[in-house]
């Protein structure tokens, strides 16, 4: 009897290697371009005072030709040198921002000598690239890396988890990574120089370990979980949105009772977070509480949809600047307190929304469902912290880019939210950075590009959570399994 062939890996297809070839292109090469130390600051200050877009491309032409054009486009590298600073004092206990003969060089420590806004699962996160060297360069370049391998890490891992044991197919290894591509060309070079690509594997690993708890159901693993989500959220606050994705899904469609599964989920996730605020307080003090506060304290975002409302409106009748603070541009408005005092609430009444409508179509689900809803759940959460948030930095879109794609890979219906996403990241690349500086002088045609970006982001948010538990309740066609 004639045996059955043995269908090729995903991996051994021509599409899925070349998308994997063109995700090592981006990070080893295009996102490694810069300029030289004070390059890009000489080129610049040589554009007169009031000279548009325009002249500063002549500038770059005039210095370093069409190559010089790329660099400027994808060098988004200023960040890097912060982290290289963290994670210095951190591993080495030196500040490079200090004299190397200071007395303290050497014994400086985050949060208590040196003021740190990251939380200290972000710290960990900046070290591995020390491994290419101690200077500076060998610093970037390995950060950038460190980027794809973290980028690269969420794709794979998602890929394995959303295939649930089955064989993951050529065509969803496709879309999942030639739509992952597209995301990271549309966002541009900050995806090489930011470490938010944490969250969407955090979100990730979560997902597997949910998985795996929900398979056996077992309570350990659920409060496993429940850990994890902790843990992240002492990396990037933004990972506890796990936990009302998991809790939904518990609610809408698990057959074991809700209150152990459940309460193990929650009892994770508050246990860790208590045992690991206490132990940093006491190693930190008061400046690890300040990494905190100090996000609590910023005021509206420029690019924020609060500040792309208000700038439409010329300020309501009120009086509006632009100034600096927390290291970002920042709305002056006299309505700051009040946008505060409302963006919480906003953002619990829409997670209510979409919890109501989710939980209102349970019967829609299939437990087949399970691991996409929860990833989805996230993103769907992650994507109403963006938009109802006072700060709106562009990085964190990579929070979604990742996900939308894994999803995309595995529904094929959801083309229409990663083409939204896609074309909010190619103006977001627009508003940040090329034309950043029109847009802090209050430029017309910036504020409509900017509410154009944030418009969009709120009906793709609108769309899937009023249709998520839809989407998710049909299973997929036999042809995309293999």
């Not at 595995?410 to 847009?439: D, K, M, N, W």
Request: one cysteine or more; hydrophobic letters at 50%; proline letters at 6%.
């Amino acid at each position: 009897m004639a045996s059955t062939p043995v269908p090729r890996a995903w991996w051994r297809h021509t599409g899925p290697a070349l998308a994997l070839l063109l995700h090592a292109v981006i990070f080893l090469g295009i996102f490694q371009l810069h300029f030289r130390d004070g390059e890009r600051r000489r080129i610049e200050r040589s554009v007169p005072s009031g000279g548009g877009i325009g002249t500063g491309v002549e500038a770059f032409l005039r210095e370093r030709g069409p190559l010089g054009l790329v660099i400027w486009f994808f060098d988004r590298h200023g960040e890097i040198r912060l982290f290289y600073r963290y994670a210095t004092v951190t591993w080495y206990g030196t500040d490079p921002d200090q004299p190397a003969d200071a007395t303290d060089q050497g014994r400086l420590r985050p949060y208590r000598d040196v003021p740190v806004e990251y939380q200290p699962g972000a710290l960990l996160l900046l070290l591995p690239p020390l491994l290419l060297g101690r200077d500076f360069s060998a610093y970037r370049t390995g950060f950038v890396a460190w980027c794809g391998v973290l980028y690269l890490g969420t794709l794979l891992l998602g890929l394995r988890l959303l295939a649930d044991g089955r064989p993951i197919t050529a065509a969803q290894a496709n879309r999942t990574l030639w739509g992952s591509a597209a995301f990271l060309l549309c966002f541009g070079g900050l995806a090489g120089a930011r470490f938010d690509h944490i969250v969407p594997l955090l979100c990730v690993v979560g997902g597997i370990l949910f998985q795996r708890a929900s398979r056996a159901d077992s309570t350990p693993w659920f409060a496993a979980f429940g850990a994890l989500a902790a843990a992240g959220v002492l990396v990037k606050i933004v990972p506890g949105v796990l936990i009302p994705a998991a809790l939904l899904w518990l609610c809408a469609a698990a057959p074991r009772p809700l209150w152990r599964s459940g309460g193990a989920v929650v009892a994770g996730f508050v246990v860790t977070l208590l045992v690991l605020n206490l132990a940093f307080y006491a190693i930190w003090g008061d400046g690890y509480v300040r990494s905190f506060t100090y996000h609590m304290d910023r005021g509206i975002q420029i690019e924020s949809t609060y500040a792309g409302v208000i700038m439409a409106g010329y300020g309501f009748g009120q009086p509006i600047s632009v100034g600096r603070s927390h290291a970002a541009a920042g709305l002056e408005t006299p309505y700051t307190e009040l946008v505060k005092s409302l963006s919480g609430p906003l953002f619990l009444a829409i997670v209510g929304a979409i919890a109501w409508r989710f939980l209102a179509l349970r019967r829609a689900l299939s437990l087949a469902a399970r691991d996409l809803a929860v990833l989805l759940l996230g993103a769907v959460v992650l994507l109403a912290f963006i938009v109802t948030n006072k700060v709106f930095s562009p990085q964190y879109l990579l929070w979604l880019g990742p996900l939308f794609a894994l999803a995309y890979g595995f529904r094929p219906r959801l083309a229409p939210a990663v083409l939204a996403l896609l074309l909010a990241s190619a103006l977001t690349q627009a508003i940040f950075p090329v034309f950043y500086r029109q847009l802090k002088e209050l430029r017309a045609p910036l504020i409509v590009l900017l509410n154009l970006r944030n418009l969009i982001l709120v009906a793709l948010l609108a769309w899937l959570g009023w249709t998520l538990a839809k989407q998710l309740g049909e299973e997929p066609d036999p042809k995309h399994w293999g």
